[in-house]
């Protein structure tokens, strides 16, 4: 079984910065695609970032240029860094780690999510 912890959400102002992180336990993270995505309540949960198995990204056009996603294997770690935030950016974060994600798929495991905040 897989289990994803994402850490890093906060309060931060607008034109901030922050970083998460989401560890998985588990032995199938470095051979699978690995993503950020975020939801505001009422609305569909939506894809933020991807980074696949080969390190290959994928990014949502309303953060890219502002956000960059990186995994570390070697700590079954995957990061996202986050600046120029702005109040939009406002949702609960998770992490989800499966099969083809650079291609629409669903994740297999989902994090328990970490809100981030960004104040006007």
């Known amino acids: 079984q897989v289990q994803l912890a994402e850490s890093g959400g906060g309060l931060v102002q607008a034109g901030g910065s922050l970083r998460l992180s989401c560890e998985a336990f588990?032995?199938?993270?470095?051979?699978?695609?690995v993503g950020w995505y975020r939801q505001v309540p009422g609305k569909e949960r939506d894809l933020v970032a991807i980074?696949?198995?080969?390190?290959?990204?994928k990014y949502a056009l309303s953060v890219k240029g502002r956000f960059t996603i990186s995994r570390d294997n070697a700590k079954n770690t995957v990061y996202l860094q986050m600046s120029s935030l702005s109040p939009e950016d406002t949702a609960d974060y998770y992490c989800?780690?499966?099969?083809?994600?650079?291609?629409?798929?669903?994740?297999?495991?989902w994090g328990q999510g970490t809100n981030v905040t960004v104040s006007s």
């Open positions: 989800g780690l499966g099969q083809h994600l650079f291609y629409g798929g669903v994740p297999d495991y």
């Open positions: 588990g032995s199938i993270f470095s051979g699978s695609d």
């Open positions: 980074m696949t198995s080969g390190f290959r990204p």
